[in-house]
């Protein structure tokens, strides 16, 4: 069952330290039940999340440590980084990876939130050819046309402004390498998200191209999306996030280009926006 928490795009419920000291412990709610939050029917965002104003939350524009809605996972389910995630994803994957551990599954986050300036860095260093596409291409020498160089790099990391690890609904699992997912421990890690996911409310985003999903990133099977709060953050960056709006980094002149919002933004599985 996929759980459309509505109430948690209003205003956050639970917080963590500054120091991280809670380790990714969910502060109790009034009634010291975490997870009392009833299923809510999807509607239209209002317009402010987590104390921010939507466009803000969307464009990753905020600094996710210091916002109460998010929390510090426990090093427990990672791989030893510091990660932070919206509460409400964290309560999620918490269920998840417990459901998946009884089935003799480990699931292991390698990358989270990242918000609109750790996007920019990753973004500016493939740009200018500081970090190499796919360890092989020097992007600036490699794709001197804008575009093409904006493509190539979307194969596997988005503009800063478009990615969905800007909402704290995305985490990636146990590996960065779609190869690892073929046989022994990863295909076991793929099958069991593939068959049980859903049922804690999380989708792969981006799925192998094909009719259905003809643009957009390349498959990452590593990729899960928490949808109750990110289908309706795709609902809002279909309504309201434009081309021209993408700014504030190298780049970005490509964006209207190749129509970076339809054909990545709303470029995921489309079970994933149901």
């Given at each position: 069952m996929r759980y459309f928490l509505l109430l948690l795009l209003c205003f956050p419920l639970f917080s963590c330290s500054e120091s991280g000291e809670t380790g990714g412990e969910r502060v109790a709610s009034p009634s010291g039940n975490v997870d009392s939050l009833a299923p809510a029917p999807?509607?239209?965002?209002?317009?402010?999340?987590?104390?921010?104003?939507?466009?803000?939350?969307l464009t990753g524009k905020f600094d996710p440590a210091v916002n109460e809605a998010f929390v510090r996972v426990a090093d427990t389910y990672t791989d030893g980084d510091p990660y932070l995630l919206h509460e409400a994803t964290y309560a999620a994957f918490q269920r998840m990876h417990a459901a998946a551990l009884e089935d003799g599954v480990r699931l292991r986050i390698v990358s989270a939130t990242r918000n609109f300036d750790r996007q920019k860095q990753i973004w500016e260093a493939k740009w200018n050819g500081q970090r190499l596409l796919e360890g092989t291409e020097k992007a600036?020498?490699?794709?001197?046309?804008?575009?093409?160089?904006?493509?190539?790099?979307?194969?596997?990391?988005?503009?800063?402004?478009t990615s969905r690890h800007h909402w704290g609904t995305d985490i990636d699992l146990n590996a960065l390498n779609n190869g690892y997912f073929d046989e022994g421990e990863g295909k076991q890690v793929y099958d069991w998200l593939t068959a049980h996911?859903?049922?804690?409310?999380?989708c792969q985003p981006y799925t192998a191209k094909?009719?259905?999903?003809?643009?957009g990133y390349e498959e990452e099977r590593w990729h899960w999306s928490y949808l109750p709060l990110a289908t309706?953050?795709?609902?809002y960056a279909a309504e309201a996030l434009a081309d021209a709006d993408i700014s504030g980094f190298a780049g970005a002149e490509a964006a209207p280009r190749i129509?970076?919002?339809?054909?990545?933004?709303?470029?995921?599985?489309?079970?994933?926006?149901?």
């Amino acid at each position: 069952m996929r759980y459309f928490l509505l109430l948690l795009l209003c205003f956050p419920l639970f917080s963590c330290s500054e120091s991280g000291e809670t380790g990714g412990e969910r502060v109790a709610s009034p009634s010291g039940n975490v997870d009392s939050l009833a299923p809510a029917p999807r509607r239209p965002l209002t317009d402010s999340i987590a104390g921010l104003p939507v466009y803000t939350y969307l464009t990753g524009k905020f600094d996710p440590a210091v916002n109460e809605a998010f929390v510090r996972v426990a090093d427990t389910y990672t791989d030893g980084d510091p990660y932070l995630l919206h509460e409400a994803t964290y309560a999620a994957f918490q269920r998840m990876h417990a459901a998946a551990l009884e089935d003799g599954v480990r699931l292991r986050i390698v990358s989270a939130t990242r918000n609109f300036d750790r996007q920019k860095q990753i973004w500016e260093a493939k740009w200018n050819g500081q970090r190499l596409l796919e360890g092989t291409e020097k992007a600036d020498e490699v794709y001197p046309d804008p575009a093409d160089r904006a493509r190539a790099i979307l194969r596997y990391s988005s503009m800063p402004g478009t990615s969905r690890h800007h909402w704290g609904t995305d985490i990636d699992l146990n590996a960065l390498n779609n190869g690892y997912f073929d046989e022994g421990e990863g295909k076991q890690v793929y099958d069991w998200l593939t068959a049980h996911a859903a049922d804690y409310g999380f989708c792969q985003p981006y799925t192998a191209k094909g009719s259905e999903r003809p643009n957009g990133y390349e498959e990452e099977r590593w990729h899960w999306s928490y949808l109750p709060l990110a289908t309706q953050l795709t609902d809002y960056a279909a309504e309201a996030l434009a081309d021209a709006d993408i700014s504030g980094f190298a780049g970005a002149e490509a964006a209207p280009r190749i129509e970076v919002v339809k054909n990545y933004v709303l470029g995921v599985n489309p079970r994933c926006k149901e």
